[in-house]
């Protein structure tokens, strides 16, 4: 047997099945080691048709590097052996490379090729090494950072057993005891180094805690001729909400790396707040050294750092000042450092801090449950997210007073009745945005037209079609599904309360209109309302795929521009809609909906192989992936086996109008030298371009894909 074609007929039926079953790599090649056959994962790993293949040869698919061994292996299996194992890197479609052990069996002039993907165990294995390394960087710097508490601790000791008085000798313990705890504190900061790890909210003394943080430090500096001397602005509160263990981490290591920049001299800390008249303000902190410096072609300079292979890079933070960055954002803050020509060092960050509303809240209460979950989710809020939960807090009487809303809150009042409607208009007028609709069918049209409504507020008892019939349709629309609904009845019983919790109702007023009750509801709704938008915008994980989120998706597409601008390498994109998803919803519930969104998710996401690329859910049923460094070809690739993958998931969907099973349409761009204008001219080009593809791909006749070609 010396070619495939001599196969009998049984014998190329069993081969082939075995090629159809088979999840390794499995290949046919001749003595060449050119390429007859190959089975189809080597498209869903490696992203190569298999005719594509056909005019190539082995060594023309493996890492450079690995050719000799290759052509040697292959050399030694046509004239000595009749088997043979080795390791080789594969390059894939997709510009990377996998590590495969392969299985070379020589039969009959035919080599038969069986090769097993390692890269996870590969990548793992490297994982490890680096690490470890990384312990051992950790064990070895931990005698640094500690050394100057360590000293400290020696000093008052030292300092005590030398007092006279017991006036002295009591201040030694106390500054003893100082000392022991912020090592111990020091410590349990190097060793739960992690951004997401918990801390407490208590109710501390602000200036108690930066001064302890110091104290411990200030025999040690004293010795080395360094001066510590702190300034706390008089507007900053007494007592204050967070976690003050955490505080005096970040000062005693800030000190401490500040020692280091310094032969001798001076260190000054000064913190200073915003408004504290808010219940979330910012507290910022500035630590300056000025003196001689000796680091000057020292290993001690705070800018220069060591990464994992050992190497030695500049511009970058060192390991002490690392740890204070990652301790100030799990406080919600932001860490920078500068240094200027005089080698002075300026060191800034800000931490969030609650007001201690302790003795303001009524029953006991300490602070505000609306944002105490907040805090703990070491949520980065932004300025006009603190003026939210400032609103929410203060319980203000109108939510467009804090600036947080560019419009007054749109209110739509459906309910057939004139009286109703007039006498709810000129109650809420001044505050809201009213829209009145005079049946069901109005209500719904006008709930759907955009910009859609903040609140509405909406009859059970109408013509044609009734309240709840409205509400579910609402429920319906992923532009409006969200919009709470607060339902206007004569009824009280269970049965209709229950009804309109399902069909999407947050509250009842019941009619005769208690005016001060109906305005005091919408003020709730309206400011939870915010309050949810709040805490999906500040996470970076769509809840229900848990794919990356449009916010997140945003922030890495600027990243990777700016990439793909400096490496001058492609960037793709690819828009993915569920065809006719409303028809789904319609026909199978929600609740099938958001199975189908989660599967169609994953096969997303397991689709994506590459540590870079990134899938996210941009908006209802639509996704969005990135994809770096690859190019047009590549990333049609992709997504023509995103799109057969989601088939052969058979999905119902009876009512779709183009086939019986769920489907996708894809449009697929990819941005080739960006040009060096402004980040947002190039991200709204290559959005554009997906957008575009996808629009055509569905006048197409969907279930399929359109590539922007640019030229």
Not at 331 to 344: H, L, P, Q, R, V
């Amino acid at each position: 047997m010396n070619n495939l074609f001599s196969l009998s007929k049984q014998s190329r039926q069993l081969l082939d099945l075995f090629f159809t079953i088979s999840t390794e790599f499995l290949c046919i090649a001749d003595e060449r080691g050119a390429i007859l056959q190959t089975n189809q994962v080597w498209e869903t790993k490696l992203g190569y048709l298999n005719p594509d293949l056909y005019d190539k040869n082995l060594i023309d698919l493996v890492h450079p590097n690995d050719v000799p061994n290759l052509i040697l292996g292959l050399k030694k299996l046509t004239g000595e052996k009749e088997s043979l194992t080795l390791t080789t890197r594969l390059h894939s479609n997709f510009d990377s490379y996998l590590f495969v052990t392969w299985q070379f069996k020589w039969v009959d002039g035919l080599i038969f090729c069986c090769g097993k993907d390692l890269t996870e165990l590969y990548q793992a294995k490297k994982d490890a090494e680096s690490a470890n390394f990384l312990k051992n960087q950790l064990i070895s710097i931990l005698s640094n950072e500690l050394k100057e508490p360590l000293e400290s601790l020696f000093l008052f000791f030292e300092l005590m057993s030398k007092a006279n008085s017991r006036s002295d000798q009591k201040t030694c313990l106390e500054n003893i005891h100082l000392s022991s705890s912020l090592l111990g504190n020091l410590i349990d900061g190097l060793l739960t180094n992690d951004s997401k790890t918990g801390h407490d909210v208590i109710v501390f003394d602000f200036h108690t805690t930066v001064e302890d943080a110091i104290i411990p430090l200030i025999a040690s500096a004293k010795r080395h001729n360094i001066a510590i001397e702190l300034s706390i602005h008089p507007k900053i509160p007494t007592t204050v909400v967070g976690d003050p263990q955490r505080l005096k981490q970040i000062i005693s290591y800030l000190i401490l790396n500040a020692m280091k920049c310094l032969e001798q001299g001076k260190i000054f800390l000064e913190a200073t707040p915003e408004n504290t008249d808010k219940s979330v303000f910012k507290i910022y902190f500035n630590v300056k050294t000025s003196g001689i410096s000796p680091l000057k072609n020292g290993l001690a300079d705070p800018f220069l750092f060591t990464d994992a292979t050992g190497v030695t890079m500049a511009n970058n933070l060192s390991f002490g000042l690392e740890l204070v960055k990652t301790l100030v954002e799990t406080m919600n803050g932001k860490f920078s450092a500068a240094w200027d020509n005089e080698n002075n060092y300026d060191f800034s960050f800000h931490v969030l801090l609650l007001r201690d509303e302790s003795q303001k809240l009524k029953n006991g209460r300490s602070v505000s449950q609306h944002i105490l979950p907040m805090y703990n989710k070491n949520l980065r809020l932004k300025d006009d997210e603190l003026t939210a939960l400032e609103q929410i807090v203060n319980d203000q009487t109108q939510l467009t007073s804090s600036g947080v809303l560019d419009q007054r809150p749109k209110i739509l009042v459906g309910d057939d009745s004139t009286k109703n409607t007039q006498m709810l208009a000129e109650a809420l007028v001044e505050k809201y945005d009213i829209t009145v609709a005079n049946s069901g069918k109005a209500a719904l049209a006008m709930a759907t037209q955009k910009p859609v409504p903040d609140l509405i507020l909406l009859d059970l008892s109408m013509p044609e079609m009734n309240g709840f019939e409205v509400s579910k349709q609402i429920q319906l629309e992923e532009s409006t599904m969200g919009i709470p609904i607060i339902f206007l009845t004569t009824l009280s019983d269970k049965e209709n309360k229950a009804h309109g919790a399902q069909t999407g109702a947050v509250d009842f007023i019941s009619k005769p209109f208690d005016l001060p009750n109906v305005e005091q509801k919408i003020k709730y709704q309206l400011a939870l309302k915010h309050y949810r938008e709040i805490l999906s915008n500040t996470t970076d994980t769509d809840a229900l795929t848990q794919l990356a989120n449009r916010r997140r998706f945003e922030e890495m597409l600027t990243i990777e521009i700016r990439k793909a601008r400096r490496n001058n390498t492609p960037l793709s994109m690819i828009r993915i809609d569920i065809d006719y998803f409303k028809l789904y919803n319609e026909t199978y519930g929600r609740a099938e909906g958001d199975a189908c969104l989660q599967e169609v998710a994953g096969t997303i996401k397991k689709t994506l192989k590459r540590a870079g690329d990134l899938a996210a859910r941009w908006e209802g049923e639509e996704f969005i992936c990135l994809l770096p460094d690859t190019n047009l070809k590549g990333a049609a690739h992709i997504a023509e086996i995103i799109r057969k993958t989601v088939v052969n998931l058979s999905i119902p969907h009876q009512t779709s109008p183009i086939n019986t099973i769920i489907t996708l349409s894809l449009g697929v761009a990819t941005g080739v030298h960006l040009d060096k204008s402004t980040s947002e001219n190039s991200l709204t080009t290559l959005f554009t371009r997906s957008e575009t593809a996808l629009i055509r791909a569905k006048k197409a006749g969907r279930n399929q894909l359109f590539v922007f070609h640019n030229d």
